[in-house]
């Protein structure tokens, strides 16, 4: 029993355990946030991590080396393999269930839980600043494009709507296999990438950076383990975690940064932010004649 259950147990999860009662209280915190936020772990700095962990850069750097790393980059390595070598979908529902119990008020705070530490990760000062670039280079495109596949195909198209909606020309790359192909023929010159992808590297990922390069165009990077497998190839990665490792992946923490890129674009472009939506309301009454009225309380008589 013992060697099955060291089996299910990821490598790196295993060597914390064996080597967590030797070190000190600060640094059990810190090796406690290395195995339950390892996407963080695995895209923030030593600072970052400090901060979200509420102790110091040394200590994370020493609490590294205590679990018997040569590093804090050789710690990462690991965590890597972990989260590449991630469970199936089906395992992680397994965990998640085991840890809420079946129980429908387990699983509301479990799922709040995690969206809160999710939220904590977006409120940082290093996030905000990587968020401000990228809005900068989205709204500064001539045309976007979303590329997304899987759940995140359906995150992609909920931006291209919004993106649209606010006067910005954006496609969506949400298609895989070779219909994809259609959808990167209006890849070109001056325009950007927002990518929403996670490890394993996809084909359709490799095909995208390929075609973004040999135009030219930045990419966006959104994701919490798929960043160091295409260092050089992105001008700038949001790191967004999608819950606990090992455990069902949630896409909440996504769906903010959407709404806040919408937000942000649009106070960016607000002049044809408020056309495109004058314009969306003319069309919808020119379709629906009662459009307009939807909503609003009859006038008493």
């Known amino acids: 029993m013992a060697k099955t259950t060291a089996q299910k147990t990821p490598a790196f999860d295993r060597q914390v355990e064996a080597a967590f009662g030797s070190l000190t209280p600060a640094e059990q915190r810190i090796a406690r946030f290395f195995v339950d936020q390892k996407s963080s772990a695995l895209l923030s700095s030593a600072a970052e ?66 969206h809160e530490t999710v939220l904590d990760v977006l409120k940082g000062p290093d996030f905000a600043a990587r968020f401000a670039k990228s809005i900068d280079i989205l709204a500064g495109a001539r045309r976007r494009h979303v590329f997304g596949i899987g759940p995140s195909g359906a995150l992609a198209d909920y931006a291209t709507l919004q993106f649209n909606r606010i006067g910005l020309p954006t496609f969506a790359l949400s298609a895989s296999g070779v219909a994809l192909a259609d959808r990167l023929l209006w890849l ?17 990922v490799e095909i995208v950076l390929d075609q ?64 495109t939506l004058d314009r969306l309301s003319t069309l919808r009454g020119s379709i629906d004649k009662a459009w307009s009225k939807r909503g609003r309380k009859k006038a008493k008589s």
């Not at 975690?241 to 923490?253: E, F, N, S």
């Open 212 to 275: 973004a390069e040999a135009c030219a165009v930045p990419v966006i990077l959104v994701s919490d383990s798929l960043g160091p497998l295409v260092a050089g190839k992105v001008s700038e990665v949001l790191p967004v975690p999608r819950g606990t490792a090992d455990h069902l992946a949630m896409h909440g923490g996504t769906m903010v940064l959407i709404e806040a890129m919408i937000i942000g674009l649009a106070g960016q472009k607000s002049a044809p932010a408020f056309d």
């Open 49 to 114: 991590i400090a901060q979200l962990a509420g102790t110091s850069d040394a200590t994370v750097v020493r609490t590294a080396r205590s679990l018997g790393f040569d590093s804090l980059s050789a710690l990462r390595q690991v965590l890597l393999s972990d989260l590449t070598g991630a469970p199936s979908s089906g395992k992680r529902l397994a965990r998640s269930l085991e840890e809420t119990g079946n129980d429908a008020a387990g699983a509301l705070r479990h799922v709040i839980d995690i």
């Open 188 to 204: 070109g010159d001056g325009d950007a990438v927002l990518m929403l992808a996670y490890a394993p590297l996809y084909r359709e």
